[in-house]
C-alpha cells in the first residue's frame, strides 16, 4: 500500500504578489527567495505527509496501491477528489495489468472535504493476483482552480492565509519552522489550520 505522485501541482496556492504586500515590499529583490519560502510553506502543508494530515492544495495526480481489493469499495486518500482516471488490477491469470471500465465503478467526490470512494457496480470486485501493489487507482485530487490565478482557486481562505503567514515567519527569522509556541504568526497558523485537519483513524 502507498502513493507515488504522478503529476505534482503547476502553481501554488497564494501568489508572490499577496505575500509581498502582506510584508510591505515593492521592488522584486527578494522575489526568489520568498518564491522559495512559498514552495516550502506549501509542502509543509499539502500531500501524504503535511500539516494538514493528507491533504491536497492545489491539483496533482497520484497513483494509489493496494494488495488487494477492499470489500466495502476503496477510500481515496489525500482528499478533496477530483476525479478517478483509472482503476487497474494484475490479472492472476496472465500476470499482467488490466484497466478496469469506468462503467463497472462508480466515484463518490461528494466525501469532500473528507475522502471519495470507488465502489463496484455489482458489489464485486474482480480478484486481483496474489502479490504486493496488485490493485492501482490513478486519481486527481486537490480544490479546483475558478480561474487563471491562485486566488481564483476553492483553496480555503484559511489555509491559503496559514501559507502566507508561514512565509512570513520564515522571511522574518531567516530559518526554517521554529518553536510555535513562541511566535504569534505560528500561533495564528495553528488556528487557521485546526478545522482543515484530516483526523486518521
Not at 486518500?77 to 492472476?92: A, C, F, G, K, R
Request: proline share 8%; charged share 20%.
Amino acid at each position: 500500500m502507498g502513493l507515488t505522485l504522478v503529476t505534482p501541482p503547476s502553481e501554488l496556492p497564494v501568489t508572490l504578489e499577496e505575500v509581498k504586500a502582506q510584508l510591505s515590499i515593492q521592488d522584486d529583490d527578494w522575489d526568489a527567495m520568498l518564491t522559495s519560502l512559498i514552495e516550502a510553506a506549501t509542502a509543509h502543508l499539502d500531500g501524504p505527509n503535511g500539516d494538514l494530515c493528507g491533504r491536497a492544495l492545489m491539483s496533482q495526480t497520484w497513483d494509489y496501491y493496494l494488495d488487494e481489493f477492499p470489500s466495502k469499495g476503496i477510500r481515496v486518500p489525500l482528499p478533496p477528489l477530483i476525479s478517478v482516471e483509472s482503476v487497474n488490477y494484475v490479472d492472476p491469470t496472465t500476470e499482467m495489468e488490466v484497466t478496469l471500465s469506468n462503467s463497472e465503478y462508480e466515484v463518490d467526490t461528494s466525501g469532500t472535504p473528507f475522502h471519495g470512494w470507488i465502489a463496484p457496480v455489482n458489489e464485486i470486485w474482480p480478484t486481483p493476483m496474489e502479490t504486493v501493489n496488485a490493485v492501482r487507482v490513478r486519481f486527481t485530487a486537490g480544490y479546483p482552480s475558478t480561474g487563471s490565478s491562485p486566488a481564483e482557486t476553492t483553496v480555503p481562505p484559511g489555509i491559503r492565509q496559514a501559507i502566507i503567514l508561514l512565509v512570513i515567519d520564515m522571511y522574518g527569522r531567516g530559518s526554517a519552522f521554529v518553536d510555535r509556541t513562541q511566535t504569534s504568526n505560528l500561533v495564528a497558523y495553528e488556528h487557521l489550520i485546526r478545522h482543515h485537519v484530516i483526523r486518521q483513524v
